[in-house]
C-alpha cells in the first residue's frame, strides 16, 4: 500500500477547512493516502464484499454441506467415521481463521490476505473437481443412494484430501478478514457510517446464509442424486467469479496498516512484567505508568488504549522504575524491561475476551450438527413427496430462511421496541445479551431434535424391525430444529462478530474476527471427540452405541439430550463470565476522553 508520508493530523493542519473531506479513523486507500470520504469506502464498497461473501459461501458450502453423504456413498466410511471426518475437516476450516488473521493484522493487510487465500480457495476447488470426476466416481453414475463406487487407491483418496484441505485453508484464510475488511468500509467516527457498521455484520452474515441457499437447494439436490462433479464445477465458477469481483474493487476499498507481529508485543508485556515481579506499585500509579505518546501518534488509525483496572501483576510491565527513566533518558529503551501502557492493555483485553470466547465452543458443538447429524437423521426419515425425493441436506435451507427472518424481526422490530423501553440507556440488547439469548435458543433446538428422533425411531422401529429402511417419519418434522438453530445464530454468530470486532484492541481486529471462527473450528473438534466418547462407552455387550451404521439401532435421541445439558449448564457458566467482563476504553482526541460503552449482561 505504500508509506504513508504525512501523518493524518499535519494532512488536515495543512487543509483546514477541508477536515470532513477525510475519514476520522485514520483509514487510507489503496496507494496509503488518507481516505477521500465520498471516493472510497462505505456500501460502494460494503456492497462488493458482501456479493464477494455470498458467492464464496455458495462455493464452500457447495462442498460442505453434502460431504457427509460423499463420505459415506463414494468413498464407503461408516455414519460416526463420516461425521467425525466432517467435523474435523470444518474445524480446520475455521482454524485456519486464525493463520489468515495473524498475516493479516501482522503483515499483509486485510485486502491482500483475502485476495491471496480466496486464490488458494479456487486452486483447491479446481484440484477437487478434476479428481471427482476423473478418479473418484468410478464406476461411472456411482456415489447416489443405489449405486456404490469401487474402492478407491491410496493416491486417489490422497488427491481428494489435499484437494478439501487446501479448501479448508483457503476459506479459512478469508473468512475471518473479508468479515473485517467489510467493516473497515464504514468509519465510526462519522455517526451515520458507525450506524451502517453495525447494521454491516446483520447483512454480512444474511449474505452468508444466503450465499449457502443454493448450495443446500439446487447443488444439494444435484448431489444427492449422484451428480458430484457438476456441484463442485458450479462451487468452482461461482468462487472464481466471487475472485473477480473482489479484486474489481480494488480502487474503491479503505485499509488499515498492519500493526506488526503480536506475538512479539504479548511476549514482551509478559516478560517485562514477570523481571518486575518483586517490585511493589506505590498509590498514584497513573501517574507511573508509561506511555509514549510519540508511539501513539505514529500507528495511523489505532486509538490508545486507557489504563482499566484487573490483571494488576501486568501493570508492572509499564511501570516506569528508576532504571526505566535512565534508559530513556539516554534513548536506550528495552522493550522486554518496559512496554507502553497501551500494549499491556492489549494483553488485559485479549484475556477478558478468552472466557466469553470459550463459553461460545458448546454452542459451536450444536451448530455443528446441522452437517453431520441432522443429515444423517434426515436421510433416515421418510423424504418423498410424491415421487421426489428431497435431500436431507437441502433441510438447511429451512436454517437459513429462519436467520434470515431473525435478522429482519431483530433489526425492524425487537431492537427498536428494546430501545424505546430502555429510554434511560439509550441502546438495544448488548452484545453479550444477545449472545446469552443464542444459548438458550441452542438448548431448545437440541430438545426438539431429541424429541423428533424419539418419534423417528418409534416409526422406524414398527415399520422396519431389523432393516435399514427408513422411518414414515416425513423429514419435515425436522423443520422445527433447523428454524431454532437459525435463530439461535442470529443472536449469538452476529453478536460474537459485533463484540469481538468492537472489543478487540485495534491492531488485532481481525483475530476478533477469527476468534468467532475458532470457536466454531473448536466446536467441531469437541463434536467430534464427545461422539467417540459416547461411541465407545454406549457400545458394550453386543450393543452397537447411540450412534451406529443403522441409526434405528441406535440412540441418537440421547445424544441430543446429553447436547442440550451441555449447553445449558455453558449458558449458566456465560453468564457469570459475562457478569464479569470489563469493556475496553479508548482514549478520545488526544486520549483524554473515555469511549465507555455497556457491555454487560
Known amino acids: 500500500m505504500g508509506s504513508l508520508e504525512v501523518s493524518k493530523e ?29 471516493q472510497t469506502g462505505k456500501w460502494a464498497a460494503g456492497t462488493i464484499i458482501l456479493v464477494n461473501q455470498g458467492l464464496a459461501t455458495l462455493a464452500f458450502f457447495g462442498v460442505g454441506v453434502n460431504l457427509v453423504l460423499f463420505l459415506t456413498r463414494v468413498l464407503q466410511q461408516d455414519n460416526a467415521d463420516a461425521a467425525n471426518s466432517v467435523s474435523k475437516w470444518t474445524g480446520t476450516v475455521y482454524i485456519c481463521s ?22 488458494i480457495f479456487v486452486i483447491g476447488l479446481v484440484l477437487l473437481s478434476v479428481s471427482t470426476q476423473l478418479f473418484l466416481l468410478k464406476p461411472k453414475g456411482c456415489g447416489d443412494e443405489t449405486s456404490q463406487c469401487q474402492p478407491h ?41 458507525g450506524y451502517s457498521k453495525v447494521a454491516f455484520f446483520s447483512y454480512f452474515y444474511l449474505a452468508l446464509n444466503l450465499g449457502s441457499l ?22 468452482t465458477a461461482s468462487a472464481f467469479v466471487a475472485l473477480v469481483l473482489f479484486l474489481g474493487g480494488t480502487k474503491r476499498y479503505r485499509h488499515f496498516k498492519p500493526s506488526g507481529n ?30 509514549a505518546e510519540g508511539m501513539d501518534k505514529s500507528n495511523v488509525g489505532v486509538r490508545k488504549m486507557l489504563h482499566t483496572q484487573g490483571f494488576k501483576f501486568l501493570d508492572r510491565a509499564a511501570y516506569l522504575t528508576s532504571q526505566d527513566l535512565d534508559q530513556l533518558k539516554h534513548n536506550a529503551h528495552n522493550p522486554w524491561r518496559l512496554c507502553p501502557i497501551s500494549q499491556v492493555e492489549e494483553v488485559k483485553c485479549i484475556l477478558r475476551l478468552l472466557p466469553i470466547w470459550l463459553c461460545t465452543i458448546i454452542y459451536s458443538v450444536v451448530f455443528t450438527q446441522m452437517a453431520s447429524l441432522f443429515v444423517e437423521q434426515g436421510d433416515a426419515m421418510n423424504t418423498k413427496i410424491s ?82 429402511g427408513s422411518s414414515s417419519l416425513s423429514i419435515f418434522w425436522q423443520v422445527p430444529q433447523y428454524a431454532l438453530i437459525g435463530a439461535s445464530e442470529v443472536f449469538m454468530y452476529v453478536g460474537q462478530l459485533e463484540f469481538f470486532n468492537a472489543q ?9 474476527s477469527a476468534l468467532c471462527m475458532t470457536s466454531i473450528s473448536l466446536g467441531n473438534y469437541v463434536s467430534s471427540l464427545l461422539v467417540s466418547i459416547v461411541m465407545k462407552i454406549s ?36 453468564v457469570g463470565c459475562a457478569m464479569w467482563y470489563q469493556g475496553i476504553k479508548h482514549g478520545g482526541k488526544g486520549g483524554d476522553n473515555n469511549e465507555d460503552v455497556d457491555y454487560g449482561v
Open 214 to 235: 443454493f448450495s443446500n437447494t439446487i447443488l444439494g439436490y444435484f448431489e444427492d442424486e449422484g451428480i458430484w462433479a457438476l456441484g463442485f464445477w458450479a462451487s
Open 387 to 468: 415421487n421426489f425425493r428431497i435431500p436431507a441436506a437441502s433441510m438447511s435451507s429451512f436454517d437459513i430462511l429462519s436467520v434470515a427472518a431473525f435478522i429482519f424481526i431483530y433489526r425492524r422490530v425487537l431492537d427498536p421496541l428494546v430501545r424505546r423501553i430502555r429510554k434511560n440507556k439509550g441502546q438495544g440488547l448488548t452484545e453479550l445479551q444477545r449472545m446469552g439469548i443464542g444459548l438458550v435458543i441452542a438448548v431448545l433446538a437440541m430438545i426438539s431434535a431429541g424429541i423428533v428422533e424419539c418419534y423417528r425411531l418409534k416409526y422406524a422401529r414398527k415399520d422396519c424391525r431389523h432393516c435399514q
Open 262 to 291: 503480536p506475538l512479539s508485543r504479548f511476549g514482551q508485556v509478559i516478560v517485562a512484567a514477570s523481571k518486575k515481579c518483586s517490585i511493589k506499585i506505590p498509590p498514584g500509579e497513573e501517574e507511573n505508568l508509561y506511555v
Open 153 to 193: 487407491s491410496s493416491w486417489e483418496l490422497g488427491l481428494f484430501y489435499v484437494a478439501i484441505y487446501m479448501v479448508a485453508l483457503g476459506n479459512g484464510g478469508y473468512q475471518p478478514n473479508i468479515a473485517t475488511f467489510g467493516a473497515d468500509q464504514f468509519d465510526e467516527e462519522d455517526p451515520k457510517e
Open 539 to 574: 457400545t458394550v455387550d453386543n450393543m452397537p452405541g447411540w450412534i451406529p451404521g443403522n441409526l434405528n439401532k441406535g440412540h441418537l435421541d440421547w445424544f441430543y439430550f446429553l447436547l442440550a445439558g451441555l449447553t445449558a449448564v455453558d449458558l449458566v457458566i456465560y
Open 504 to 512: 478487540a484492541p485495534d491492531g488485532l481486529k481481525s483475530f476478533g
Open 98 to 119: 486464525l493463520v489468515g488473521a495473524f498475516l493479516s493484522d501482522s503483515y499483509w493487510g486485510r485486502y491482500k490476505t483475502c485476495a491471496i487465500f480466496q486464490v
Open 10 to 38: 499535519a494532512h488536515y493542519k495543512m487543509k483546514g477547512e477541508e477536515d470532513d473531506e477525510f475519514t476520522g479513523d485514520g483509514s487510507i486507500d489503496f496507494h496509503g493516502r488518507p481516505a477521500i470520504r465520498e
